[in-house]
């Protein structure tokens, strides 16, 4: 089978390559997925460019550790080099291992999260049935291989995390991101309101009924001053933010008293500004999030809870996204560079057909 293995981090992309492997057979309690199609998003680029790996040196628990790890018992440690990148997608069981209901799985379709060692960007997957949820029937394949990450990180930070309810503001930033603008249809959903900070002229006419309920243009308008004219001089309760840098300042800038703001990531590179006292002075908090993590935390009841809610959701269409083009594995890099070219309209997939 053809695979995409990873064997050094570069921010040029030198270390991927497409090679031959063995078929992978299911072990014990384990299954095979024959892919269809996979994603690429930014959180794959955090392994290729070895930017998770320097995230997770600094934590405190891996002080002086040779492997380090990303959680303090040490159960889930970083990936070493070969491995197969890929976070999510789309395909059929083909296989199962001992101990696995075969009759439940056998020839289903099924959304896939993966991840390193063994991620998705390989023609067959080794899984646990924890790791696959059935897709609906009525949902391409090109909207199944984005089913899980992007929908649950909007889905848990809005809904189970922060807990935005009916009425309330979340600011976002990032808003013509994936996430953004699903937690947007979220809200339009559940009714809470949005507004969307994005960036260039043309950015809130391309696909206006995606983005907020409020769209502020940061280039060209105060980011500021446009939160507290439509918060009626309040401000926001909850922030949303993917970006850090002095983007993030002003976000928290424009929380009302008691806000609350939450970290899932850091295009604008590993630090933000923070001036302290917008804390302080209004009692908020910025928190963090990380999707692994919170997941494995969970009870089964909430994981249940939560993939039900998610499957939902997703049956109705609301998770629908853009697609802006589909790559063949053999192409794996020229589709990694594709996901980083600034002001695409839609999401970058890999087709295995």
Same mark, same amino acid.
């Given at each position: 089978?053809?695979?995409?293995?990873?064997?050094?981090?570069?921010?040029?992309?030198?270390?991927? +390559?497409?090679?031959? =492997?063995?078929?992978?057979?299911?072990?014990? !309690?384990?299954?095979?997925?024959?892919?269809?199609? &996979? &994603?690429?998003?930014?959180?794959?680029?955090?392994? /290729?460019?070895?930017?998770?790996?320097?995230?997770?040196?600094?934590?405190?628990?891996?002080?002086?550790?040779?492997?380090?790890?990303?959680?303090?018992?040490?159960?889930?440690?970083?990936?070493?080099?070969?491995?197969?990148? %890929?976070?999510?997608?789309?395909?059929?069981?083909?296989?199962?291992? =001992?101990?696995?209901?075969?009759?439940?799985?056998?020839?289903?379709?099924? =959304?896939?999260?993966?991840?390193?060692?063994?991620?998705?960007? *390989?023609?067959?997957?080794?899984?646990?049935?924890?790791?696959? #949820?059935?897709?609906?029937? &009525?949902?391409?394949?090109?909207?199944?291989?984005? $089913?899980?990450?992007?929908?649950?990180?909007?889905?848990?930070?809005?809904?189970?995390?922060?807990?935005?309810?009916?009425? +309330?503001?979340?600011?976002?930033? &990032?808003?013509? #991101?994936?996430?953004?603008?699903?937690?947007?249809?979220?809200?339009?959903?559940?009714?809470?309101?949005? /507004?969307?900070?994005?960036?260039?002229?043309?950015?809130?006419?391309?696909?206006?009924? *995606?983005?907020?309920?409020?769209?502020?243009?940061?280039?060209?308008?105060?980011?500021?001053?446009?939160?507290?004219?439509?918060?009626?001089?309040? %401000?926001?309760?909850?922030?949303?933010?993917?970006?850090? !840098?002095?983007?993030?300042?002003?976000? /928290?800038?424009?929380?009302?008293?008691? !806000?609350? $703001?939450?970290?899932?990531?850091?295009?604008?590179?590993?630090?933000?500004?923070?001036?302290?006292?917008?804390?302080?002075?209004?009692?908020?908090?910025?928190? !963090?999030?990380?999707?692994?993590?919170?997941?494995?935390?969970?009870?089964?009841?909430?994981?249940?809870?939560?993939?039900?809610?998610? %499957?939902?959701? #997703?049956?109705?269409?609301?998770?629908?996204?853009?697609?802006?083009?589909?790559?063949?594995?053999?192409?794996?890099?020229?589709?990694?560079?594709?996901?980083? +070219?600034?002001?695409?309209?839609?999401?970058?997939?890999?087709?295995?057909?």
């Amino acid at each position: 089978m053809k695979t995409v293995t990873l064997n050094h981090v570069s921010d040029d992309l030198s270390g991927l +390559q497409v090679v031959d =492997a063995p078929e992978p057979e299911p072990g014990p !309690g384990m299954l095979r997925v024959r892919m269809t199609k &996979a &994603a690429v998003h930014p959180s794959d680029l955090n392994y /290729i460019r070895g930017e998770y790996r320097e995230a997770i040196e600094r934590l405190i628990w891996n002080l002086g550790e040779e492997r380090p790890s990303f959680d303090v018992e040490r159960s889930k440690l970083h990936p070493q080099l070969p491995c197969i990148p %890929g976070g999510e997608g789309v395909g059929v069981v083909d296989a199962c291992g =001992a101990d696995v209901n075969s009759t439940q799985w056998l020839g289903k379709r099924v =959304a896939l999260f993966a991840g390193p060692p063994s991620g998705t960007w *390989q023609e067959y997957v080794i899984a646990a049935p924890a790791q696959l #949820s059935p897709v609906p029937e &009525a949902l391409p394949d090109e909207q199944a291989a984005l $089913m899980m990450l992007n929908p649950l990180t909007a889905l848990i930070a809005t809904r189970h995390v922060l807990g935005v309810e009916e009425g +309330q503001w979340l600011l976002m930033s &990032a808003g013509a #991101s994936a996430v953004s603008k699903l937690a947007a249809a979220i809200g339009r959903h559940y009714g809470f309101r949005t /507004i969307s900070l994005v960036r260039g002229e043309k950015m809130p006419d391309q696909f206006p009924e *995606q983005l907020g309920d409020v769209v502020i243009n940061t280039e060209s308008q105060d980011l500021r001053e446009e939160v507290k004219r439509v918060t009626g001089g309040r %401000g926001v309760e909850f922030a949303l933010d993917c970006v850090g !840098g002095s983007v993030a300042e002003q976000m /928290i800038a424009s929380l009302t008293d008691g !806000g609350r $703001m939450l970290l899932y990531g850091t295009l604008a590179g590993p630090s933000m500004q923070l001036f302290s006292r917008d804390l302080m002075m209004t009692n908020a908090t910025v928190g !963090g999030f990380y999707l692994p993590g919170w997941l494995a935390a969970q009870t089964p009841a909430k994981l249940g809870e939560v993939m039900g809610e998610l %499957g939902r959701l #997703s049956a109705s269409g609301m998770f629908n996204v853009s697609i802006a083009a589909q790559f063949p594995l053999a192409d794996a890099v020229a589709a990694v560079r594709a996901s980083q +070219q600034s002001g695409r309209s839609g999401k970058i997939l890999l087709d295995f057909d």
